[in-house]
DNA sequence: GTGAAAGCGCTAACAG
DNA sequence: CTGTTAGCGCTTTCAC
């Protein structure tokens, strides 16, 4: 009867199945099972058999059929909250989701993106409680949005960057060290001798936004020097434009700025040069996340770096390590380094 | 017996399962299944109480008992088979991954993404070969490499761009219409009174390369002009530089040139001003792709624009088609469009 | 160490 | 139109 049927499959060149497999080797179907899922007590003569069987059937595990057996997806959810338009615009981002592929691809878990789009945020909701993925990651570039806190109850979540407000303390997260990447920068601009230093924030209400305006305020205070002049900015490089224009309405002798990412340190640019100044000779300026904006800019940028691959390959370790029931640090933070270019 | 453990479950607050919504509302879980998979062959009085009972439970459908069962994934594998940084790096490629990415979010499939890094390519095959997925996208920018158009025999893939070759006919294409961009651009070249028009071309073992090549000498050759001038670069802005500087040696008196890429095109604004030439007074320049360099170049550099968005989700359309085997065109080639701006 | 047996949660004939 | 009956392919106790 049943091996009958099999003896026939095994002919006919159909999918094959770790019963086939068992069939041709002799076994019975756990065994195959053990060794394909590397049990360390069947016999090495066993295995050898069964491993034999399964090259000779080109035998590949059925996902599903494994998952529905052992409640575990080996499957990670990447979810894109912000407007997907935008998001995917964003070197910074496309440089995470390769870290995250990259470390997923030495594991055997599989990356199911998700774009959220606003219309269907049930969907995605139902997805992830359903038993679809073992755990989720979420990219949330400059936002603190973190409107998916409450998922991490049901299922292990890492997000990227940090949350605004500390009330979500029992989540994970992997950031980078905004600050002391800011404190970099302005330090190089007081290393190189400027005086009067001002800073282009970016939102308030955004994480790397405070970090970063917190990382030029602690060196000048450091310094003893002035700690008002700053404007903020959306990050837009327009928004780089206008704050620029204010400061130097402002106070004319600012020799140096620092502006919270490289956009914005481009349409400073801008107004600095319709003021008729020179970069870096009359004001030097340095940026953050060392985007192609700035890399392609003249003069080129000297700007922070963001460890953004490396950020992602942390995100998909911590994820991993979590759902397999590993200890982790709640908070890692990643560091940035000045990448010293010609405007600074 | 069974009944009794169901409603324990059902008190128990364990995961719900198609069987207790079937308890809660009073039917058999044939119905439950036909309700939630839509069939119109149930009376709306009892779709009603099921819908009622899905909801009072919160009921989501166990993805892999379901794929299991029906012998279908609903999942479609992202496959990215270049160097990982480099195709990460082009926003050509995140903007396809955007598409599919946003059509697929109307439907009911679900995106894998799988780098394939070469020292594990054999894990990608057998991952496609398993029964993992019901379908692969493959994208491939400008390189005509389809190393898994044999792929296809056993499971519908779609690939972005042309092949190289027309021996994998029997496969499905999504490519954009290179030559008509090209043509386009020549002929706004010639429309805007210039006379001496030449080109840097992409490499001539790529689609892309080929056929851009390919519309600027149809266009030259129809207007009678002559069609000796170009050269071949790699689509790098180095390679542009290069080019331009071979093609202003051989011929002073250029006063259009169209580069097969915007990389490429930049680098020629290099050359030409190098040999003392404006743009767009003394030489007019026009790129392709449409991508950031262009647009942040100065002069904002007149260009092709690829539909890129469009692209991936027309391969997602695509393949889902093939998936659910509706009829679809073996080639589907997406319409380019000129964006003037000041360099021509 | 290995096999037998019992499901995992769902779909899909097949009756009725 | 609805219920019954079998599995889908694999893991996992529990005996042997």
Redesign the pocket.
């Given at each position: 009867m049943g091996s009958d049927g099999v003896a026939e499959k095994l002919r006919a060149g159909a999918?094959p199945?770790?019963?086939m497999v068992a069939a041709h080797a002799g076994?019975?179907?756990?065994?195959v099972?053990?060794v394909?899922?590397g049990s360390p007590?069947?016999?090495p003569?066993?295995?050898e058999v069964v491993q034999r069987a399964i090259e000779a059937l080109n035998?590949v595990?059925?996902r599903a059929?494994?998952s529905?057996?052992?409640?575990k997806t080996q499957a990670i959810a990447l979810i894109v909250p912000e407007s997907a338009a935008r998001v995917f615009a964003d070197p910074f981002f496309a440089s995470v989701v390769q870290g995250i592929a990259l470390h997923l691809a030495d594991t055997d878990y599989t990356l199911n993106m998700i774009i959220e789009s606003e219309s269907q945020s049930g969907k995605t909701r139902r997805y992830l409680l359903g038993g679809n993925v073992d755990g989720a990651l979420v990219v949330s570039h400059h936002t603190g949005d973190h409107s998916y806190a409450q998922l991490s109850r049901t299922l292990p979540v890492v997000f990227g960057g940090r949350p605004l407000s500390d009330t979500e303390s029992d989540n994970y997260f992997i950031d980078v060290d905004n600050q002391h990447g800011a404190e970099t920068a302005v330090a190089h601009l007081v290393a190189s001798g400027r005086t009067t230093i001002a800073t282009i924030a970016g939102p308030q209400d955004m994480p790397p936004g405070l970090d970063r305006l917190a990382g030029w305020r602690e060196v000048l205070t450091q310094h003893g020097m002035d700690t008002e002049l700053f404007e903020v900015g959306d990050f837009s490089p327009a928004s780089g434009v206008t704050a620029m224009k204010r400061l130097l309405a402002r106070e004319p002798k600012i020799d140096g700025v620092f502006a919270a990412n490289d956009q914005m340190a481009i349409g400073a640019y801008s107004a600095i040069r319709e003021a008729g100044l020179r970069i870096p000779e009359d004001i030097a300026v340095i940026g953050f996340d060392d985007d192609i904006y700035g890399a392609t800019a003249t003069p080129a940028l000297t700007t922070v770096h963001q460890p953004s691959v490396e950020m992602g390959r942390e995100m998909a370790r911590v994820l991993v390590k979590l759902i397999e029931g590993e200890p982790v640090d709640t908070l890692t933070k990643l560091k940035t380094s000045l990448v010293v270019r010609a405007s600074a």
């Open positions: 999918v199945t770790l019963e076994v019975s179907r756990a065994t099972s053990r394909v899922n007590k069947v016999t003569d066993v295995t035998y595990p059925n059929a494994r529905l057996a052992s409640r």
